[in-house]
């Protein structure tokens, strides 16, 4: 199969869902002339014209008020906020509005809308376009939350994030928008709430979002060498979550490390740790661990960001502390 | 209590006070903790030597503890509803008048008052925190494996940090159960055990997973077979020599024993066993021994006669579910009496097989308070020693005990003739609150009649 990065296969999505659905539209600051800040709208101003891809002004209320209204009155807007950290000047029409209006009209009014959003440090971005604060929209009952972490869920879900009916909060990550990976070139949808074991093992579940999932792949082949075998999940959608692949591997393997990239208090490791102490607490042979990142800011400095970002460095302790709980 | 403590150290002159520790008993050879359900007398009231102070619950049975001394309560140390371990001081007594200070209260677990017994019988288990909160830690995995195997986590020596409890250290107590037969011992210890003839099935192990070290064979070589008792000594009761005499007396006392004697000719079971035995031990490599015959055809006769299986519980008298057939092993440290279960039911292979682990385990000090506590007969024997016949106590709350003396060739007049066959004299004691001297008589005779036609008894076992 050919492969494409993760920003191509997203572009790849809009093109199709554009090309099949005329209310499909595109706003967002600098998407259209620009091709979005990391090229997930190239060519498609070109190919769709100002009325269906438009640049608007720095005025996220404003843009992402307007496609609420749209998506009310039968449109399918997809938004894209240049930084998840810009969400917070527009945080009543995502949480009062976009995702109170379906519940509100007792189901008469639907909002058909994809917001995207970007987290991930490492890019120099410092502290105010570095967050990874997808936490936040997991908490809000209304929003879908999705995650993909390869160019192939990237594309399957957008289409899905689009064809869906209620409000998406579609998270991608910065550190992944240049990364490759075999995608079909025909359209496919990938199901909300269905996680994707992304490696099978024995001895430890991690449940990995995002970067973290490359992350913990790379690590558990350092893992193997040790003889330690390690089962990755993906949940792939933080809302809906599917609780029971992990709850599965968690009772397969009795060893729980979940790996976000989040800050580590109240984020979704933390979520998804207490779901298994409710639930899977007997099977539980050792702790569960989080590796996330810290409760600070992030950096600007790159040694410290290097060192803010939870990666290989921070899974290896961890996955070796769990295998001491024999 | 700081301003009483500052009183004390401001009079300096005044004696030193003598402080009695009230401790949580041992209630059970391997009761390891107990919950204070109510303190009868509170802080600062009078109290007499043997008046009731506590009430302590384990494992949903209370029972009333004693005054150790007279005086005054002077300080409760332990609250109400909190678990704690066996022998924790639980309070202060102090002589009327006396000042108290906080510097007579003792640390926590006084070891002190830890004799040898309870060194025995206290298994050593590193996750009883020091700081006096008795929780077993144990991986939740660990905790659900044990549950579903029946096993209990103070047998489990935990191989983690602090004897934390590991999934893994269950899996291997699941598999040694799979094949008790097998000890783990050090090379050294085999060596010296072979050298010295000790049974290493004797041996409780001190190393990982309970494995016999050489250490631990030389310890059971040093055990002394008996206490030295010089003349004109004083000894403190044990803690299992206050609970033994704290239940017999309490028996004798409550209960109005009766007792019946009669003759059991054991030839036909005696000859029964040697033609079964040789096969027995070749199929199950179990030696069957004429205890398990006894007890079984005493479960036989229980089921004729349950309420020999019965206990008093104020006005009304329990026929209990179970017909758990307890028998009397005697150690060093006092009388125990772990119960086979369902004796009723279990063929002989399974009645012996629960023998041997139950008096073996016994001897190591690890039988649980449920195996000492589920019987609801016992028996008593006496077979080995030159003892004819003897009365017996019964063990609360049981109603009935047999009590089993030598077997002996006698002279017996048959059909006329005089002829030898050898004799046992089986006695019986019943509580007679609830049974009548025709029903127990009934029910020793027809135990002689089934002792005495295995073949018939033990048809379908």
């Keep these: 199969?050919?492969?494409?990065?993760?920003?191509?296969?997203?572009?790849?999505?809009?093109?199709?869902?554009?090309?099949?659905?005329?209310?499909?539209?595109?706003?967002?600051?600098?998407?259209?002339?620009?091709?979005?800040?990391?090229?997930?709208?190239?060519?498609?101003?070109?190919?769709?014209?100002?009325?269906?891809?438009?640049?608007?002004?720095?005025?996220?209320a404003a843009f992402v008020g307007g496609c609420i209204g749209a998506a009310l009155t039968g449109m399918r807007p997809v938004v894209e906020i240049m930084f998840i950290d810009f969400t917070t000047v527009c945080m009543d029409m995502i949480i009062n509005q976009m995702a109170k209006m379906h519940y509100m009209f007792g189901g008469r009014g639907r909002v058909p809308m994809v917001l995207r959003v970007n987290i991930g440090a490492g890019r120099g971005a410092a502290a105010q376009h570095s967050q990874s604060f997808h936490a936040l929209f997991m908490h809000i009952p209304g929003l879908l939350v999705v995650t993909p972490s390869t160019p192939y869920d990237a594309k399957g879900l957008m289409i899905e994030a689009v064809k869906n009916d209620n409000p998406v909060i579609f998270v991608e990550h910065k550190k992944l928008y240049a990364e490759k990976g075999p995608v079909p070139e025909e359209s496919y949808?990938?199901?909300?709430?269905?996680?994707?074991?992304?490696?099978?093992?024995?001895?430890?579940?991690?449940?990995?979002?995002?970067?973290?999932?490359?992350?913990?792949?790379?690590?558990?082949?350092?893992?193997?060498?040790?003889?330690?075998?390690?089962?990755i999940i993906d949940p792939r959608t933080l809302t809906p979550l599917d609780r029971q692949t992990i709850f599965s591997s968690v009772k397969k393997t009795g060893r729980l490390l979940v790996a976000d990239e989040g800050h580590k208090t109240c984020g979704v490791a933390a979520e998804i740790s207490a779901m298994v102490a409710e639930e899977m607490i007997y099977f539980l042979k050792a702790p569960i661990l989080r590796v996330c990142s810290p409760d600070t800011p992030v950096p600007f400095s790159p040694p410290l960001e290097q060192a803010y970002i939870p990666d290989e460095k921070d899974l290896l302790p961890a996955i070796l502390h769990l295998m001491e709980y024999a | 209590m700081i301003e009483k403590a500052l009183d004390s150290y401001n009079a300096g002159e005044e004696k030193e006070p003598v402080a009695t520790e009230v401790v949580l008993p041992m209630l059970g050879i391997t009761v390891e903790k107990g919950k204070i359900v109510e303190w009868v007398k509170k802080e600062g009231d009078p109290v007499e030597k043997g008046e009731i102070i506590f009430i302590v619950e384990v494992e949903k049975a209370t029972t009333e503890v004693e005054s150790p001394a007279s005086g005054i309560l002077a300080k409760i140390?332990?609250?109400?509803?909190?678990?704690?371990?066996?022998?924790?001081?639980?309070?202060?007594?102090?002589?009327?008048?006396?000042?108290?200070?906080?510097?007579?209260?003792?640390?926590a677990q006084s070891p002190s008052s830890v004799d040898s017994v309870t060194m025995v019988t206290s298994q050593e288990n590193a996750s009883m925190a020091a700081d006096g909160i008795d929780i077993i830690k144990a991986v939740p995995a660990a905790r659900r494996m044990a549950r579903e195997h029946d096993i209990h986590l103070r047998d489990i020596s935990g191989t983690g940090p602090e004897g934390l409890?590991?999934?893994?250290?269950?899996?291997?107590?699941?598999?040694?159960?799979?094949?008790?037969?097998?000890?783990?011992?050090?090379?050294?210890?085999r060596r010296l055990a072979e050298k010295e003839?000790?049974?290493?099935?004797?041996?409780?192990?001190?190393?990982?997973?309970?494995?016999?070290?050489?250490?631990?064979?030389?310890?059971?070589l040093k055990e002394p077979e008996t206490t030295e008792m010089p003349l004109g000594t004083v000894i403190p009761m044990s803690t299992v020599r206050r609970v033994i005499a704290r239940r017999m007396s309490e028996s004798a006392f409550t209960a109005p024993h009766i007792y019946f004697f009669t003759d059991a000719c054991l030839d036909p079971l005696l000859d029964f066993r040697s033609v079964v035995l040789p096969d027995l031990e070749k199929r199950f490599d179990i030696r069957v021994s004429i205890n398990d015959f006894v007890i079984k055809a005493v479960a036989l006769n229980i089921m004729d006669f349950p309420i020999l299986n019965a206990q008093v519980n104020g006005d009304e008298i329990h026929i209990m579910p179970e017909v758990n057939v307890g028998l009397a092993v005697a150690m060093p440290e006092g009388l125990i009496v772990p119960a086979i279960r369902n004796a009723d039911r279990s063929g002989l292979i399974n009645i012996a097989r629960q023998r041997i682990d139950l008096v073996q385990r016994a001897r190591q000090g690890k039988l649980t308070l449920e195996e000492m506590e589920r019987g609801t007969f016992t028996v008593s024997s006496l077979a080995q020693y030159d003892i004819t016949h003897f009365t017996a106590i019964l063990n609360p709350p049981q109603s009935g005990i047999l009590s089993i003396g030598k077997t002996d060739e006698k002279l017996v007049m048959e059909k006329g003739q005089v002829t030898v066959k050898r004799v046992a004299q089986i006695g019986l004691s019943v509580d007679h609150r609830i049974i009548d001297g025709a029903m127990a008589a009934d029910f020793l005779q027809n135990l002689k009649w089934k002792l005495e036609r295995p073949s018939s008894t033990f048809l379908t076992v």
């Design chain 2, 197 to 220: 003839r000790v049974p290493l099935d004797e041996v409780t192990g001190s190393g990982v997973r309970d494995r016999i070290m050489r250490q631990d064979v030389q310890a059971f």
């Design chain 2, 77 to 107: 140390l332990v609250p109400e509803g909190v678990e704690v371990p066996v022998l924790t001081v639980v309070g202060i007594i102090t002589e009327p008048g006396e000042k108290f200070s906080e510097d007579a209260v003792p640390q």
């Design chain 2, 165 to 189: 409890i590991f999934a893994r250290d269950v899996e291997t107590m699941i598999a040694r159960k799979a094949r008790p037969s097998e000890v783990r011992a050090s090379t050294l210890a």
């Design chain 1, 189 to 231: 949808r990938i199901p909300f709430g269905k996680a994707d074991v992304k490696r099978e093992g024995r001895d430890l579940t991690i449940v990995a979002t995002h970067a973290m999932v490359l992350r913990a792949l790379a690590i558990a082949e350092e893992a193997s060498k040790k003889g330690i075998d390690v089962e």
């Design chain 1, 1 to 60: 199969m050919r492969e494409i990065t993760y920003a191509q296969a997203l572009n790849e999505a809009l093109k199709e869902c554009m090309k099949e659905d005329e209310r499909v539209v595109l706003l967002g600051e600098d998407i259209g002339r620009y091709g979005g800040i990391f090229q997930v709208s190239a060519g498609l101003l070109d190919e769709f014209g100002p009325k269906r891809v438009m640049d608007t002004p720095i005025s996220e």
